[in-house]
């Protein structure tokens, strides 16, 4: 029986309590896995702890209806996210809050207390990954605990746990990939015959770019990505900083260039790299024209895509969607469900 | 230390004890597996044996020189499949042997004899999963052993260990895909203006298709292939023929239906399909045009690619090469090593 604790109950933390909720039956079932929410904390919504579980169903339902957590039956409430972690006794943490790339505050002081009250920690925030992933893992390691973080990169879409448990035994030589969804909606929109603007617009409206666009259109999001990448898979320390790293956006992609490349049976893609020369490991996020012909080519709109070079097996793609509430949260259940086989196996 | 025992010494079988010899060092390292070869049959190469472990190397420098392992220095020399499974006492049993996709033997007397000995068992064959995918798992699990076969669907291209690992808890609803390398690789040469039968003769020219295509260019290796994710994924019972169920190849597609494709920014492609249909399990083998926007359009080549619908992930897709030595020997290496992972999760 897993003690959890939840920080940051936004649209992840909520998918994430609405797949436990979902499949509880399952995952015992199946995985002889049984747990316990223990606490909630979250920076707007409040915060609820009781050692002996809490009822999350009622959190979640609570939540919905916009009442604060603080007001929820419990233990103790108003504790903040660091008290939380300090007090709860949970097992593992689940850290859902809001990304800062330069520093991967909060969710950096939030993981480290959890690796020093001895939990494994489940996270989905890109920040402190980015910038700490080496450190970090090698922070859980020293202490014999785990660190997972699948929803980081391409949300639930398998990709750090596809290339640990499936392309075992081999070697990941080098990376390239989709990462940014919004800008591939935009892209394939343009392909459809609208301007940049007009796309841009329209990735807006359906909520898939932020009113200021730029972490999506000039390329941040996607090296933050990439930067993980070359910072857990690869074990490079790369500080991801768009003006000291080849970064570029489609900012600069006018509507001729998607017509020539039609021409040509191209399709420009913001592309992701990740790769090894003269024995560093190097990472570069820039558009690209692709052939058709390209396992990368066929996948638009919001979703995202990895081809992987390993030495065993040439290339492998992984495609699907880069973000969403049941994804994401999803992401966060496969990497509770990884934690336990691993326990198991010790 | 697992004792392995190998029938069949072909391609796959060589594949996979080369990528034993390159890694034997880091599958030590990495996860604590250490292995010794007992047993080498193969019907034409002949056959070695030794208790203590045979040198696995010089098997393969042996062979590959042209000589019979019936003048390998070992133990016994000559044993036939069956009595080399009766008597190896190996751990693990790694079936390789030729297909054949209507009795499933001899494989499948290979696997069933291997189980009654009480081992676990690795197999690349079609032939036994796709008729008796059920029963097989069944048959293994009733005895607490473990059956894997990762190398049947999508040669090493993870796709069941993809299902098992990293969609964990998901619900898996549908699946469609490019499962046959040689009718892809064809169509690909078709959409770059060869005819059906010069681009036929490329794919034959290059070892890509047999003298005789019918299997490939009929649908019907795919029809098995979709058959065994029916019969291991989706729990059914249904038998690959295909004269009963809907199955159909390539063959009667013509240049101007290529061409009339593209010109609506489509392309054909040989797509085999599993889902539920009033509760019960169907499959179906076509030729379907689809959009260039889809992610299984630019899966070209000998690829092969699958996409998954799942309840927490809508859809994801998996491309990559669907046959060859290498690949082929790491579906057997990554299902030994999943076996060992369960193994010490026990």
Redesign the interface.
């Known amino acids: 029986m897993y003690k959890l604790a939840l920080i940051g109950f936004g649209v992840v933390g909520q998918g994430f309590l609405e797949?436990l909720s979902e499949?509880e039956d399952?995952?015992r079932k199946?995985?002889q896995l049984e747990f316990q929410v223990v606490a909630i904390s979250d920076a707007q919504k409040g915060s609820v702890f009781s050692g002996q579980g809490i009822d999350f169903r009622k959190a979640l339902e609570w939540v919905k209806a916009g009442k604060s957590l603080n007001d929820l039956p419990g233990e103790k409430n108003g504790m903040d996210a660091l008290s939380t972690i300090e007090s709860c006794g949970a097992d593992i943490l689940f850290e859902a809050t809001w990304t800062d790339i330069k520093t991967g505050e909060p969710a950096l002081s939030h993981i480290r207390k959890a690796l020093e009250k001895g939990m494994h920690v489940v996270t989905t925030n890109k920040g402190p990954l980015a910038r700490y992933g080496k450190q970090l893992i090698e922070e859980a390691e020293s202490r014999g605990l785990i660190l997972r973080y699948e929803g980081t990169v391409m949300s639930?879409?398998?990709l750090l746990?596809?290339i640990r448990?499936?392309?075992?035994?081999?070697e990941i030589l080098e990376a390239r990939g989709i990462l940014n969804g919004t800008t591939n909606f935009i892209l394939?929109k343009m392909s459809e015959g609208q301007s940049y603007e007009e796309a841009l617009k329209t990735a807006q409206k359906l909520g898939y770019a932020e009113a200021v666009p730029d972490a999506d259109v000039l390329g941040w999001d996607a090296l933050a990505k990439v930067c993980i990448l070359a910072n857990t898979v690869f074990g490079a320390s790369i500080i991801p900083d768009p003006e000291k790293l080849p970064c570029k956006g489609i900012t600069g992609i006018r509507k001729e260039d998607i017509e020539n490349a039609k021409r040509e049976d191209q399709i420009w893609k913001l592309i992701a790299r990740v790769y090894r020369e003269n024995g560093a490991v190097k990472v570069r996020v820039w558009p690209e024209k692709i052939p058709?012909?390209?396992?990368?080519?066929?996948?638009?709109?919001a979703?995202n895509?990895l081809t992987i070079k390993t030495d065993?097996?040439?290339?492998?793609?992984?495609?699907?969607?880069g973000a969403g509430r049941?994804?994401t949260?999803?992401a966060m259940?496969?990497d509770f469900?990884?934690i336990h086989?691993n326990l198991?196996?010790r």
Chains 1, 2 share one sequence.
């Open positions: 797949l499949k399952i995952l199946n995985y639930g879409t398998p746990n596809l448990e499936c392309l075992a035994g081999c394939t058709l012909t390209d396992p990368l080519a066929g996948v638009t709109g979703k895509a065993a097996l040439e290339e492998i793609t992984i495609a699907g969607f049941t994804p949260g999803y259940l496969i469900i990884d086989k198991r196996r």
